[in-house]
Structures are given as C-alpha cells and as structure tokens.
C-alpha cells in the first residue's frame, strides 16, 4: 500500500478540520490562502475531501498560526 493511501483517512480529516476553524473564523479561502503566502487553489487542494498528498509541516504551522488555533486542534481526529 502507497504510503498516501495508508494515511488518507488522517489527510481528509485535516483538511475538513482546516475547513472548519477557517469558516469558524469567517475566512474565505482566498482570505486564508493570501494569510499563509499560498495560492487559493492549493489550499483547496489541502481541504479537499479526497485529498491524498501530503503537505510540509510549515504549511501547516503558517495556516494554524493565520487561524489563531494551537496546531493540535487540527489534529483531533472523530
């Protein structure tokens, strides 16, 4: 099994968790994507349900701190 298809449950439920704090926020993606220096279409790509690459760490780190979130919070999986 691909290494991406091993963790793909993990990646969707980051993405929705991503999703949800931002909307939480009232940001448009566009407002998140121009907060963290990457385009609109790839953090439509990191939300996105069927999402199934990874994405670095800094990304992540850039999008909780334009969040106003701890970085774990994204990870409290359902």
């Known amino acids: ?5 091993k963790h793909k449950d993990k990646y969707r439920q980051l993405g929705l ?9 009232g940001l448009t993606q566009e ?4 907060l963290v220096h990457i385009t609109r279409g790839y953090l ?12 670095s760490i ?3 780190f850039d999008i909780a701190d334009a969040l106003e979130i701890e970085p ?5 999986f359902d």
């Open 58 to 60: 800094a990304v992540l």
């Open 1 to 5: 099994m691909a290494e991406n298809e």
């Open 17 to 25: 968790n991503i999703s949800y704090y931002r909307k939480k926020k």
């Open 31 to 34: 407002d998140l994507a121009e």
């Open 44 to 55: 439509s790509y990191i939300e996105a349900p069927n999402m199934t690459s990874s994405f």
């Open 72 to 76: 774990k919070l994204l990870f409290e």
